[in-house]
């Protein structure tokens, strides 16, 4: 008898399927870092992101599968690696598809939340702006808009430059709208506290 899955099981699925960062499927020994260099996309990720991208859009208004993402690191472990990695060397569709996906992850929050709630999500968007900060992923992020950019006449674009186009600045858009942590924060530390992350991004972004 076939199993049946559980939606949260059918969630597990599509967020394993769309590859791993080191010898272990389930990738969770490589930092951030290393896992944009040492991915191993899934044979069907192209499906098990647009699988992601309509959990994302069924998700209840309290959000609970966008903090399930971020409990599970998908966005700097599985899906950055996706978009701005070796991974996605002659991948054009499915980075398109990705970069849609942080899109919809990264989207600013609504007034509907209680203060508990709005809390945790806050707290993931910023680490989210933490994994964009890393060397060179806004580069490659800005280094996909030259082709777009590249045309005097902007009536010549194709529709794919178009829309990559507008994903990207969207994309730039909510990470900036990311509100920052309290400036106080244990420890003291500048980067912690984010209080100085909007000035990292925009840095990044016009280098």
Do not use: W
């Amino acid at each position: 008898m076939a199993k049946t899955y559980e939606p949260e099981d059918d969630q597990l699925v599509a967020i394993r399927g769309l590859g791993f960062s080191s010898s272990s499927s389930e990738g969770t020994t490589l930092d951030a870092k290393a896992a944009i260099t040492n991915f191993k996309k899934g044979e069907d990720c192209f499906e098990c992101v647009r699988d992601i991208q309509r959990y994302l859009r069924r998700d209840t208004p309290e959000r609970p599968f966008h903090l399930r993402l971020s409990q599970l690191r998908v966005l700097p472990m599985r899906l950055l690696p996706l978009a701005v990695g070796p991974a996605s060397v002659g991948e054009k569709r499915l980075q398109l598809a990705v970069i849609k996906l942080l899109v919809t992850m990264t989207m600013p929050l609504t007034d509907e939340f209680d203060a508990k709630l709005r809390a945790a999500h806050e707290s993931y968007l910023r680490s989210y702006v933490l994994n964009f900060l890393q060397e060179d992923v806004i580069a490659v992020f800005v280094l996909l808009l030259e082709p777009a950019l590249a045309h005097e006449d902007p009536t010549n674009r194709t529709r794919d430059e178009n829309m990559l186009l507008e994903l990207v600045l969207t994309l730039f858009r909510n990470l900036l709208l990311v509100e920052s942590a309290p400036a106080k924060i244990s420890g003291g530390n500048a980067r912690d506290s984010q209080t100085h992350v909007h000035e990292e991004l925009v840095m990044m972004m016009v280098r």
